[in-house]
């Protein structure tokens, strides 16, 4: 995995070409080492990513924002219209920026 961090967030990134198994190794990575972090999920080297695949991440997702954070995945395979309400996906990393910026600016305001 590749981790890019700065100051107002962490970018994780797979290597290895297996979205199945980054799924399941954010699933256990995250709550340890990522818990308190804003995360953008760098999923843009899938060019052909299912919507199947994309809800692997749904329930990681969840979770994180439950603790007030930030859970974002860039991907542009997948078409917005098909995507549940429950997960952020944009298709660039500057939009996962700006929605990261949006959600904390919203998180100090109160809502």
Do not use: C, W
């Not at 981790?3 to 995250?30: C, G, M, Y």
């Not at 843009?44 to 924002?65: G, K, M, P």
């Amino acid at each position: 995995m590749i981790i890019n961090t700065s100051e107002t967030f962490t970018v994780l990134k797979d290597q290895k070409d297996d979205i199945e198994d980054f799924a399941r190794f954010l699933t256990r990575s995250i709550p340890t080492r990522f818990q308190d972090q804003n995360l953008i999920i760098d999923l843009l080297s899938y060019s052909d990513l299912s919507l199947n695949q994309l809800l692997l991440f749904i329930e990681l997702s969840n979770q994180h924002r439950i603790l007030k954070h930030s859970f974002v995945i860039v991907n542009n395979a997948i078409d917005p219209d098909t995507l549940p309400n429950e997960i952020m996906v944009v298709p660039t990393l500057l939009e996962a920026q700006d929605v990261i910026e949006m959600e904390e600016i919203e998180r100090d305001l109160g809502f």
